[in-house]
């Protein structure tokens, strides 16, 4: 029998997996992430497969503790914290869950920017505090022009959603999709046009190495002063200083985040594992950019939705029973 070992699981996930997987598989659960400091046991170190969830940390120093190492199965679609050229050199397998939350994420970035332009939060609070009438004067969604980037999975249902609040959209891509060009009337336009022309910009573009930074102080000078950028990818797409600086100022309007650069840090589970001292200034940054007035942050939850993770949990099955079955691996990254 294969031994699965299961990191940073909840009790839902552990019942799920228990079920599906009694009798067929050794299964090991544990509560905690996969850091490069976590120490193995003998069963994790000879472990076949393991399943690990995006707070985890799997570098080369992490994933050289197993010894059999053969399929690792992510239960997200995003992979940036998984190693995939030490896999590829060892042969290790990376699966991913991916569509499992298009929708999910997509209205989650409508809810964060709808929050932040109509001070929702604020309102809230300033009427439990007894004040009925506060400062709440917004923005409306209407008529004006949004620049989505990265048009995949969770861009184009972004872009689908945003013509339901009838506004104009452009979008940016390293690939054009004619379906979406067609299906939406919508136009590719290249990253200083969409930073020029948008009064909203949300981010779906994955982290990689030609994404990082991707918004940063020169396309932040050419961005309209009444600007909101809306991330749910990875605070890494974002330079958080030059973004900071600019809310700061004023010339952009606002920001709404579901990710943060370096986010890691914020943890109260897990200081960050990795500081040096840009990392430390990122993270000094963040705490101030989370006080800002114009800044709405949430803790990592956009994908966070009881159809997502029943699709994760299905989805991470899948894959698991496709490597076990020598069967070809669809959602392999
Ligand atoms: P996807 O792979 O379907 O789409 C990504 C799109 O970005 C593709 O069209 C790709 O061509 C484009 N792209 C790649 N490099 C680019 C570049 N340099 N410039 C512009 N576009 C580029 O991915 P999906 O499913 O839409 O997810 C997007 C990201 O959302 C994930 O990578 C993940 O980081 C993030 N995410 C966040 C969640 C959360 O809870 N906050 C949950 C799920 C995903």
Redesign the pocket.
């Known amino acids: 029998m294969h031994n699965i070992i299961f990191y940073d699981t909840k009790q839902y996930e552990r019942d799920f997996f228990e079920q599906e997987l009694f009798g067929k598989f050794n299964i090991e659960f544990k509560n905690y992430e996969l850091l490069p400091e976590t120490e193995l046991s003998y069963i994790e170190e000879n472990a076949e497969i393991i399943s690990v969830f995006t707070s985890s940390r799997l570098t080369k120093e992490t994933l050289e503790k197993f010894s059999n190492l053969k399929l690792i199965l992510t239960r997200?679609?995003?992979f940036?914290h998984i190693d995939i050229e030490y896999c590829n050199s060892k042969n290790i397998i990376v699966a991913n869950t991916?569509?499992y939350?298009?929708y999910?994420?997509a209205e989650f970035s409508f809810g964060i920017l709808l929050n932040l332009i109509r001070r929702i939060c604020y309102g809230v609070s300033e009427l439990k505090q007894g004040d009925m009438y506060p400062e709440t004067f917004g923005m409306e969604l209407y008529d004006k022009t949004i620049g989505v980037?990265?048009?995949?999975?969770?861009?184009s249902k972004t872009i689908k959603i945003a013509k339901g609040f009838s506004m104009n959209v452009m979008c940016?891509?390293?690939?054009k999709?004619p379906d979406i060009e067609n299906e939406f009337n919508v136009k590719y336009v290249d990253?200083d046009t969409l930073c020029k022309l948008s009064d909203v910009i949300s981010i779906?573009?994955?982290?990689?190495t030609?994404?990082y930074h991707?918004i940063n102080a020169e396309n932040i000078k050419l961005m309209n002063e009444n600007v909101i950028i809306v991330n749910?990818?990875?605070g890494e797409l974002i330079d958080t200083e030059a973004l900071y600086n600019a809310l700061l100022d004023g010339s952009v309007r606002g920001a709404a985040l579901?990710?943060l650069e370096f986010e890691d840090t914020i943890s109260n589970k897990r200081p960050g594992s990795d500081l040096n001292l840009k990392n430390l200034r990122t993270s000094l940054i963040n705490t101030k950019l989370l006080n800002l007035d114009n800044v709405i942050a949430t803790p990592?939850?956009?994908?966070?939705t009881k159809e997502a993770v029943n699709r994760i949990l299905n989805t991470t099955l899948k894959n698991l029973f496709e490597f076990v079955e020598g069967l070809k691996i669809q959602n392999k990254v």
Do not use: E
């Open positions: 997200s679609v995003g940036s991916p569509h939350g298009d999910t994420v980037i990265g048009t995949g999975s969770i861009g940016y891509d390293i690939y999709n990253l779906h573009a994955p982290l990689t030609t994404t991707l749910t990818a990875r579901d990710v990592h939850i956009a994908y966070d």
